[in-house]
Structure formats: structure tokens, C-alpha cells
């Protein structure tokens, strides 16, 4: 996959300010940036004057270990309220190491905490493809994750979308353009929470 950084022109210092580290369920794989849900929910929580907005650092074929290796530049540069972690399906679908992918996620969210910034895991699914003893020890990752670093955990955001082949592109992993108001309404909901409780 090619390595895509997205970001998003800032205007409104005060508003609260959303890191987005992610892969390429949230880099706009296979389509132009701007038809992207990150790029569609940002326009719609400014139409709406919500007061937040998501600054997107995610890039096509991210693991958990790049993620971190690029946190701290992007910290060192980004002001931000909130992280959101969509890390770990390049990693499963490599079949990294569970126990690698999970220090990965620890280290990435120590990170954030350190810079007392408010940490939110997604959960990542991926396709059987590893067969079910694996499957069950990528997912536990995520929740084991959240326990041990007191952190809130999302369901998988695209998991509805995912049993949709209409709305999934040919590889069968990434969501259609058509899908990504979906995916906007999806994560708008989540993001209130998050922000409004």
C-alpha cells in the first residue's frame, strides 16, 4: 500500500482537537482524499458547529509499530485534546505477534498520557484468514489494551459495513466510497460521546 499522511487545515485554534493514528480504513484507501469519511465528518462537525474536528494522521498500510515510531513528531507538532488509536489490522493481517502488537499499543497510549492527552482504542477485526486460535489472540489484544491502561474502548467501527460486499471494494477489506457517509454517521455518534459524553 502507498504511505498517504492526510492533514487537515486548522482554523479554529479553539476548537477540541481529535489525533486520528490510523491505517487505511481512515487514509481514504482507494478514493480521492477529500471523499474519505475523516474529510466528509469534518466538514459536517464544522456545518454543525460541534466544536471538534479530527486532525487525520493515518496512512495506508500503518502498523502499530510505525504508529509509533511516528507519534512523537506528530506530538511534538499537533496540539490535541483526544488520540484515537485505529492501529493493528496491518499488523494482524501480517501476523505479527500478538504480544508485539499489544506493546505496540501500550507504548503508543503511554505516550499520549504522558502529553495528558485523553486516549480512545478502536477495535480492529480482521479476516479469518489466520484461522480461529489466532483470530481469538488478535482481538483479546485490544481489550486486554484497554483494561491495563484504563482506556475506553470502541467497537470495531467498520463492522457493520464489513458483512456488506456491496459496500467493500474488491479486496474485500476496505470500504467503498459509497460506504463513507456510513461510516461518517458511525463515527459522529462515537466522537459525540467521546467529546459530550
Known amino acids: 500500500m502507498i504511505g498517504l499522511l492526510l492533514s487537515v487545515n486548522v482554523n479554529a485554534t479553539e476548537d477540541t482537537r481529535i489525533l486520528l493514528l490510523g491505517d487505511s480504513l481512515s487514509a481514504s484507501y482507494g478514493m480521492k482524499q477529500n471523499q474519505g469519511w475523516v474529510h466528509l465528518l469534518n466538514q459536517q462537525l464544522k456545518t454543525k458547529n460541534k466544536g471538534y474536528q479530527i486532525i487525520n494522521a493515518s496512512i495506508s498500510g500503518e502498523t502499530t509499530g510505525g504508529g509509533l515510531s511516528r507519534l512523537p513528531g506528530i506530538l511534538s507538532k499537533e496540539k490535541v485534546d483526544y488520540l484515537l488509536v485505529e492501529l493493528g489490522g496491518n499488523d494482524g493481517l501480517r501476523g505479527f505477534p500478538a504480544d508485539l502488537i499489544k506493546n505496540n499499543l501500550l507504548q503508543i497510549i503511554k505516550l499520549a498520557k504522558a502529553e495528558d492527552i485523553k486516549v480512545y482504542l478502536m477495535e480492529i477485526k480482521i479476516p479469518p484468514n489466520y484461522g480461529p486460535r489466532y483470530n481469538k489472540l488478535f482481538e483479546a ?9 484504563d ?14 460486499p456491496e459496500l467493500m471494494q474488491s479486496d474485500g477489506i476496505h470500504p467503498t466510497i459509497e460506504a463513507q457517509p456510513q461510516i461518517v454517521e458511525i463515527m459522529e455518534q462515537k466522537l459525540q460521546k467521546m467529546i459530550e459524553g
Open 141 to 149: 489484544v485490544f481489550a486486554s489494551v484497554a483494561k491495563e491502561t
Open 151 to 164: 482506556v475506553p474502548l470502541l467497537p470495531f467501527f467498520i463492522e457493520s459495513i464489513a458483512v456488506h
